[in-house]
């Protein structure tokens, strides 16, 4: 008895820390970009519920743009990308906004700043776990007289939701009652005894 108690014990805390982990995934890491107009395709495997898409960036002394943003599911389908992001601006000299584009999803532009001081714009949409993704945008970069000198990076980035799936809150809570009965039993014993 003793020694299912603790595999229950070991089995519902692992679980527990599953449920609370995340995964973040580079989709894309560039710096020091020429001057270039380039579509992406950036593919990923959904691990979770959710997934929250993040498009970071800088540019000096002028700008770059991801364009006609949409994230759908391999082989087509409706974009999942709204027509909100969230912002963070760069710790030092944030200038970055999002900018009409010809679709429903704005288009998000990244400025001057800092070199390496990067605004990052997000957004979290439902996915079907195990199901590839294509996060697809356009890619502009004006860089005026500067050529390939100019400092400028992007990064974008997925992250699987924290929140754990229902069926690990339906084990941790079978693990847990499992570990309940176990306690009751063993008290039970102990009282007769």
Wanted: net charge negative.
């Amino acid at each position: 008895m003793k020694n299912f108690l603790k595999v229950g014990v070991v089995i519902g805390l692992g679980l527990l820390g599953t449920a609370s982990a995340s995964a973040d995934t580079i989709l894309l890491s560039l710096t020091d970009m020429p001057y270039t107009e380039t579509l992406y395709d950036l593919d990923f495997i959904a691990n979770a519920s959710t997934t929250t898409l993040s498009v970071a960036g800088y540019q000096l002394p002028f700008a770059w743009v991801a364009a006609q943003n949409s994230v759908t599911p391999f082989g087509g389908g409706a974009n999942l990308l709204g027509d909100t992001w969230t912002f963070v601006p760069a710790a030092s000299k944030s200038s970055a906004s999002p900018l009409p584009d010809i679709g429903p999803v704005p288009a998000l532009g990244f400025a001057g700043g800092t070199v390496g001081s990067f605004d990052t714009f997000s957004q979290t949409f439902a996915t079907t776990p195990g199901t590839e993704y294509v996060y697809q945008f356009m890619f502009f970069n004006d860089l005026g007289d500067e050529g390939s000198n100019a400092p400028s990076g992007l990064l974008v980035t997925t992250t699987a939701s924290a929140v754990p799936e229902p069926s690990t809150w339906a084990m941790l809570l079978i693990g847990f009652a499992g570990i309940g009965f176990v306690l009751h039993r063993r008290r039970g014993n102990l009282a007769v005894g």
